[in-house]
């Protein structure tokens, strides 16, 4: 396949939206529409185009973003469908930072849900085009006048009708383009032609003060001169077009088609910027897309596929791709032959010649490559440094499970199969506690950590179960005590013999551990002197009253006693750290406990059960912001522990119309009677004694 068109006829388009409000099957309706593929995929019955993972299919929902692309009088449309889900919502972001339109898709039944606002929302922080789309037009119980209220209500008025039903539910029959036909207003319209028709028109001519002015003084705007100046508003964010589409009986889809290939964005109508700088601090530099020049490109998504293997899809943003380009990894410097320059359509990989500014496309068996990394035909290492396309922001994912492997051997492969898997989804991690030493992985939501255990059942053969990881607590002393401790053992032949004395203080927080040999007279031997001090680190690291390390205290080794034959190193470490525990348990123990700073944002109408919420959970409240939107942002501090499992108890009591973030801050003590539920824990763990 050899390009045959130009940067402008290009229109990269995501679809976005809640989960169910029919994305994918209008992805299929569209290709089918265009003659793209010559059968109409159906999500319910499993055959759609781009529903194509098996967990997908089973869940009929979808989880990754699948590519897809067609011809639409002379434009080129390439076509991400992204998931719907919160929970996945690292894929939607990939998606729109590689496009410069966006479907965001409304259920006609269920109207505007929680994710649909987040993405509407990011689409314009991006400065995308944005069309809304009211799909399921023949379901029971649609009302559009009340979705196309509720939509201007929630985005504002510059979203507009440009067409308008014939009907709705069982009735509908089709869509009045009000641009070309507003004379009259059939009965079976739920809003009138001539009164979409003056919205169209008075949100555009505001942007042209002769336009207005003809307007105003009665004049009839040509149908060609008014979607020349819609594109124009669609490109500063003024004007949202809003469509109704039937994907069951293919009604409104070649109109949606018309419009995004009439009044959608191109590349060249999208800023995008860079930087020269290695570290990513420098000036900001708009990257130009030209279909002649530096090669510029960015990967927005990866994929370990069983047969190709490693995919990384391509957005580029200027110059040229062919299979003989030498790559270039900026961040890595490494390098790699393209080979083979594929176009995708849903599991097929069709290959091309070559592919130029604004295509997406997708190449093989560069391994180092990863999302948000930049991709040139010229090294970093040349007299003026490469752009580097600004990085692609993720949530951080905030809902943490410790795993372990069903099969006593295979935690190794474990690991590197959930490395492969965290490879492909920004949103989702793994980490080995230093601490805990709990392999740890993190993600949006339970509901994406079964996705991920699930997809390592079926690509790797391996199985695991999770649980809510401990606490990384520390502990620590609040006063000085010592103690003393004579190991004492005979066996039979050479026994084992050692005595040490220590005293403990505590330290500054963060100034860690600090041993002290003030041993006089050769009470102990120079040589076991080292034995006591790793006795004790070790004894540290194990902990005293609850398993957990001991930080911010100094020792002192101030007397002991030995035998000639029986002591060892051995000997003392074991004095050492039995001496230790004792001086430690003497001296008040205190436990820590990390603390986090959390974002929430959540509908203004849930502040109280938020804030109300965080006063059970030991947390304050520190600040607070109103955003656009109805949005209330709510800034607080609260101990780890008490919100490891927050994600899914802010979702249900928002509806799942909150979201979080949080960092770390710093270690505070615990308080009493925490402290004591805590090492009460403890000691009966210790005993063998099951907790209910």
Request: hydrophobic residues 35%; negative net charge; charged residues 25%.
């Amino acid at each position: 396949m050899t390009t045959t068109y130009h940067i402008a006829d290009i229109r990269n388009v995501a679809l976005a939206g809640h989960g169910a409000s029919g994305k994918t099957s209008l992805a299929d309706a569209l290709l089918f529409a265009s003659g793209a593929t010559s059968r109409k995929g159906s999500v319910d019955d499993g055959t759609s185009l781009l529903d194509v993972d098996d967990e997908e299919k089973r869940r009929h929902f979808t989880i990754d973003c699948h590519l897809g692309h067609l011809a639409w009088d002379g434009r080129q449309i390439h076509l991400i469908d992204t998931p719907g889900y919160p929970d996945f919502i690292g894929n939607a972001l990939s998606a729109l930072a590689a496009v410069e339109n966006v479907v965001i898709a409304v259920s006609g039944p269920s109207g505007i849900e929680s994710n649909t606002r987040r993405l509407f929302n990011e689409a314009g922080r991006l400065g995308l085009g944005r069309f809304v789309v009211v799909t399921k037009m023949d379901a029971e119980n649609v009302d559009y006048r009340s979705d196309l209220a509720a939509i201007r209500e929630s985005f504002g008025n510059m979203c507009v009708p440009f067409n308008v039903p014939i009907g709705q539910g069982a009735s509908f029959e089709g869509v009045i383009d009000v641009i070309q036909s507003h004379d009259e207003d059939p009965p079976a319209c739920p809003v009138a032609p001539t009164e979409a028709y003056r919205m169209v028109v008075e949100q555009i001519v505001e942007l042209d003060e002769d336009l207005m002015m003809r307007y105003l003084e009665g004049e009839t705007i040509a149908p060609d001169e008014l979607r020349k100046t819609a594109h124009d508003a669609i490109a500063q964010g003024k004007l949202v077009p809003v469509l109704c589409v039937c994907t069951r009986k293919d009604l409104g889809i070649r109109e949606l088609l018309d419009l995004v290939a009439g009044c959608g964005l191109s590349p060249d109508d999208i800023h995008r910027f860079g930087t020269r700088s290695a570290d990513g601090d420098g000036p900001e530099e708009e990257i130009t897309p030209v279909e002649d020049g530096t090669l510029v490109a960015q990967v927005f998504k990866t994929m370990n596929d069983q047969f190709m293997g490693k995919m990384s899809y391509l957005r580029i943003l200027s110059g040229r791709l062919s299979p003989d380009t030498t790559l270039v990894n900026l961040r890595s410097g490494k390098t790699a032959k393209a080979g083979h320059v594929y176009m995708v359509q849903g599991k097929q990989q069709e290959e091309v010649a070559e592919a130029i500014a604004g295509d997406m496309v997708a190449i093989v068996k560069f391994d180092d490559l990863h999302v948000s990394d930049t991709v040139s035909n010229v090294g970093g290492n040349t007299t003026v440094p490469q752009l580097r396309v600004r990085p692609i922001r993720f949530p951080m994912p905030m809902v943490p499970r410790a795993v372990e492997p069903k099969a006593r051997d295979d935690e190794a492969k474990i690991s590197v199969g959930l490395s492969k898997i965290a490879d492909e989804d920004p949103t989702f991690s793994i980490r080995r506690d230093a601490q805990t030493h709990e392999l740890v992985i993190s993600g949006m939501s339970d509901l994406h950590l079964d996705v991920i255990q699930q997809r390592l059942k079926n690509r790797y053969r391996l199985e695991m179960s999770t649980h809510v990881p401990h606490v990384p607590y520390l502990e620590t002393i609040l006063g000085e005590s010592e103690a003393n401790h004579r190991h004492k053992k005979q066996t039979g032949g050479r026994g084992q013999f050692a005595e040490v004395h220590l005293r403990v203080r505590p330290r500054q927080r963060g100034e860690g551990f600090h041993f002290v040999d003030a041993v006089k007279g050769g009470t102990i031997p120079g040589p076991y002197i080292p034995a006591v001090e790793k006795g004790v680190r070790e004894q540290m690291e194990k902990g005293v009253v609850s398993g957990n390390q001991v930080v911010d205290v100094e020792v002192e080794v101030f007397f002991g006693k030995d035998h000639p034959v029986d002591s060892s190193e051995q000997a003392f470490k074991t004095a050492a750290a039995t001496a230790f525990r004792k001086a430690f348990e003497a001296a008040r123990p205190a436990l820590l406990e990390p603390m986090v700073t959390i974002e929430i944002t959540v509908p203004a109408e849930k502040f109280g059960d938020i804030s109300g919420d965080f006063s059970t959970r030991r947390g304050h409240i520190t600040g607070m912001d109103t955003l656009p939107g109805g949005q209330q942002v709510i800034r607080a501090e609260v101990p780890l522990a008490e919100v490891l499992t927050y994600a899914s108890q802010l979702k249900s009591m928002t509806g799942g119309q909150g979201s979080f973030t949080m960092d770390f801050k710093s270690y505070d003590p615990v308080p009493p009677n925490v402290q004591q539920q805590i090492v009460e824990k403890y000691k009966k763990s210790r005993a063998g004694i099951e907790e209910e």
